[in-house]
C-alpha cells in the first residue's frame, strides 16, 4: 500500500488539522482530523483524537473491524472530552478513519471531512457528510432554496468530536471492496474547492490519474494555486491500491 501525506495551512494563522498513518500487517490505517475553526484547541483537539484514535485501534486488535473502529473512535472522543475539562474550555474536531486490507475498505467518520474513490477517471465520495451543507445542496435541489442563500447560511456541523454524545457516526456495517488501481483519499473540508465542486477540472483529473511521485503533495500543491483569499487549512492523504 503506498500512503502519500500533503499538508497545507492555507491563509490561517495556525494549523488546526492532524493526521497519522499506521501500517499493519493486516492493512494499513489513516486517519484526518480536523479542529473545529472558532473554537479554542481546536488544532489541540485534532492532534489529540488522531493519536487517540490510533493508539486505541492499535490495541483493539481481538475484535471485529466494526467493533474495532467504534472502539477507538469511543477513545478519540475521551481524549477530547479530557483535554477541554483540563483547559475548561469547549470545541472539537471532525474525525475520519480509513482501514485498507484484505481488498476491501472499512471506515468511520464524524463531521464533514471527505473519504473519497478514484476510479476509472470518476471521483465518487464514499462517505456522509454531517453538515448543513449536504441538507441546503437537497432544498436547491428541489427549488426551496437558492444556492446563493446556500452559500449566505454558512456550513455548519452537525456532528463533531467533542468529548460529548456523537449525535450522527458514519460507520458501515460491511466493507467497500477496492480494486487494483484505485486511489483512496482522506481530506479535510480545505480541499473542498478542488475536489467537491459541480464539476472536475481536467487539471484535477490528470492530479488523480498521477502514479508516479506524491499525489496528495500534488492535490496540495494544486489548493495553493487556486489563490483563495481565504483558503482553509488542507489536509490530504492518498491511498494506492
Not at 456532528?159 to 456523537?166: K, L, N, P, Y
Request: glycine share 10%; charged share 20%.
Amino acid at each position: 500500500m503506498n500512503a502519500c501525506i500533503s499538508q497545507w495551512i492555507g491563509r490561517r494563522s495556525e494549523q488546526e488539522d492532524a493526521y497519522a498513518v499506521r501500517h499493519f500487517p493486516t492493512g494499513t490505517l489513516a486517519i484526518v482530523c480536523d479542529g473545529m475553526g472558532g473554537h479554542c484547541h481546536g488544532g489541540q483537539a485534532a492532534t489529540r483524537a488522531a493519536e487517540a484514535f490510533a493508539a486505541a485501534f492499535a490495541e483493539q486488535c481481538g475484535c471485529s473491524m466494526v467493533d474495532r473502529l467504534r472502539g477507538a473512535l469511543h477513545a478519540a472522543n475521551k481524549a477530547v472530552g479530557e483535554l477541554f475539562r483540563q483547559c475548561d474550555s469547549f470545541g472539537g474536531c471532525t474525525l475520519l478513519a480509513a482501514f485498507i486490507g484484505g481488498n476491501v475498505l472499512w471506515w468511520i467518520s464524524v463531521g464533514d471531512s471527505p473519504l473519497l474513490l478514484w476510479r476509472r477517471g470518476r471521483l465518487t465520495r464514499l462517505n456522509a457528510d454531517h453538515s448543513m451543507r449536504s441538507l441546503y445542496a437537497d432544498l436547491v435541489r428541489n427549488g426551496t432554496m437558492t444556492h446563493q442563500e446556500m452559500l449566505r447560511r454558512g456550513n455548519m456541523l452537525r456532528s463533531a468530536v467533542t468529548g460529548e454524545s456523537i449525535p450522527l457516526v458514519d460507520a458501515p456495517p460491511t466493507p467497500y471492496p477496492v480494486l487494483p488501481g484505485d486511489k483512496i483519499i482522506l481530506c479535510s473540508d480545505g480541499l473542498d474547492d478542488l475536489l467537491l465542486g459541480s464539476t472536475l477540472p481536467e487539471s484535477t483529473r490528470k492530479l488523480l490519474d498521477s502514479r508516479g511521485g506524491n499525489p496528495a503533495a500534488l492535490l496540495i500543491d494544486a489548493c495553493r494555486e487556486m489563490n483563495k483569499p481565504y483558503a482553509d487549512n488542507a489536509t490530504a492523504i492518498t491511498l494506492d491500491v
